[in-house]
């Protein structure tokens, strides 16, 4: 074969090598076509050419996903940092010229994370980066895992219990679960508080699909502690308002309460009965993360967490 031909022959191989990790990455031919603003035949063909060039089944189907054969995980490890660095040799090229002094940053993170954790680290990138253009997305769950995988975001700031594995998770920070309730109310001042001293009291809880509300409830069940939910509302600061206003108590992490809240709220740790959240960098395996985003990272140390009010226990700091 001349080589022209062995050249072309290689540069053509990258098609069906990138739609077979967009779809090992996305589960999905559908997904990975939108990726790559292709058709769904047109993937189905790339992928049947490459299990034929190989000479093995690469993928199968796992009820509504397809997930890779063990002959399939072996050339992922080795197709995925080819493809991607490839595809990113731009991109990281032009960082290499511009080096920190431009380029973008996006972030994924919840309003919790954002109203509470964040500040402190933005204001030191910033000022350690004027010329980056920060980004912050405001999604929780599964809004933001969607957008790590399809690389609409560099990393993601946040709390995960359960870590998919195509994700990297990184916590950094631990929170306490606390106890909140107006400084006038009976288990503000309860010696020796149980969970079953919760019992007769209304709940305020964000909602049900949210991780709180689910690990609330486990808690309870796992004890055999019956509870009642007054009220459902999203957002920590309106529920720590209607505490204030006693129309119920509530169950928060402690990285929620602040200076201002000492005046107006009692809290107490319910680290016996409920497990700590754990908050960190969440990022897709084997992206490659720019100078911007690995210098944000690097921000994301306990040493910044210095707000006053409350600590990472929730015990008031004067």
Known sequence: MPASHRFAYKGDRLKPLRAFCQTARLGSVSRAAEALFLSQPAVTLQLQALEREMGQRLLERSGRRLVLTPEGEALYELARPLVEGFDGLEGAFNERLRGMDAGELNVAAGSSTILYLLPRIVEAFRAAHPEVRLSLHNVTGAGGLDLLRSDAVDLAVGSMLDVPADLDYAPVYRFDPMLITPPDHPLASKPDLTLADLSPYGLILPPQRLTTYRLV??????????????????????IKQYVAMGLGISIVTAICLTEADRARLAARSLAEYFPSRSYGVVVRKGKYLSPQARAFSELIQPAL?????????????R
Do not use: I, K
């Not at 808690?219 to 509302?233: D, G, I, K, S």
């Not at 006053?308 to 015990?315: A, I, L």
């Open 305 to 317: 967490f210095e707000r006053g009010g409350y600590d990472d226990t929730g015990q008031s700091q």
């Open 217 to 238: 409830d486990l808690v309870f069940q796992r004890n055999r502690v019956p509870y009642t939910v007054a009220l459902e509302v999203g957002g920590w600061e309106v």
